[in-house]
């Protein structure tokens, strides 16, 4: 049973439009939520992270965004750019010290 | 998809031994990466087990702390060395595998885990 649910296998946005990935999840428990970007043949590496008490966090061009009472979390990335092509992977956990539970991934692809 | 299996799933270990954790994968992959997780902190990639030759470690990490083997595209192991407090994580295995429903495209599935506790 998958926790953390990522629909869309991939998207495709032009440069400079808005990209938004979506994230739903079913354990109202989580309370540490992350997003991780992968280029091919590379590990995941950390985006960003919210906690369960806020509903917003920014960083330069990426935000994310956590509705608890829906279970979904979204990550925008406004402006985006050809280097944002790369998988990403909503992730959450029990809290920040828990083993973290990865989403299948959805692909982006900024097109020019 | 693919099961990933670890071993052992959580030990409490003395400082300055060592500890060997496994890595068993149902299915031959090309890409295995090993992670950790330290209390507080997001998951932060140790290195890539390359099969027939040295792992490629990322910044921060060397190979006499965390010796890598990987003997086959099924198995890997990571070895944390002379271990300190610091040392205590969760440590991750990690595999890259190919899926071709709806285009090709590469998705991580890591395994459960081993929670490290050294006193």
């Known amino acids: 049973d998958q926790q953390v649910k990522q629909n869309s296998p991939s998207l495709s946005v032009q440069e400079g439009r808005i990209s938004i990935l979506n994230c739903d999840y079913t354990?109202?428990?989580?309370?540490?939520f992350l997003w991780y970007k992968k280029y091919p043949a590379e590990g995941p590496t950390f985006l960003i992270s919210?906690?369960?008490?806020?509903d917003k966090n920014e960083d330069g061009r990426f935000t994310v965004f956590l509705n608890k009472s829906a279970k979904h979390l979204s990550l925008h990335i406004v402006p985006s750019q050809p280097g944002d092509s790369a998988v990403y992977f909503c992730?959450?956990?029990?809290?920040?010290?828990?083993?973290?539970?990865f989403g299948k991934g959805t692909r982006l692809h900024i097109l020019p | 998809s693919a099961v990933i299996s670890q071993k052992p799933s959580r030990d409490i270990c003395q400082r300055g031994t060592s500890l060997t954790i496994q890595c068993q994968v149902d299915s031959q992959v090309t890409m295995m990466f090993w992670y950790r997780q330290q209390p507080g902190q997001s998951l932060t990639l140790i290195a890539t087990a390359n099969q027939g030759s040295e792992a490629t470690y990322e910044s921060g990490f060397v190979i006499d702390k965390f010796p890598i083997s990987r003997p086959n595209l099924t198995f890997s192991t990571l070895t944390v060395s002379n271990m300190s407090p610091e040392d205590s994580s969760i440590y991750l295995c990690?595999?890259?595998?190919?899926?071709?429903?709806?285009?090709?495209?590469?998705?991580?599935?890591f395994g459960p885990g081993t929670r490290l506790l050294v006193l």
């Open positions: 354990n109202s428990m989580f309370d540490y």
């Open positions: 992730a959450a956990s029990l809290d920040r010290d828990d083993k973290i539970i």
């Open positions: 919210i906690s369960s008490i806020k």
């Open positions: 990690s595999v890259d595998i190919r899926v071709t429903a709806g285009g090709p495209m590469e998705t991580q599935y």
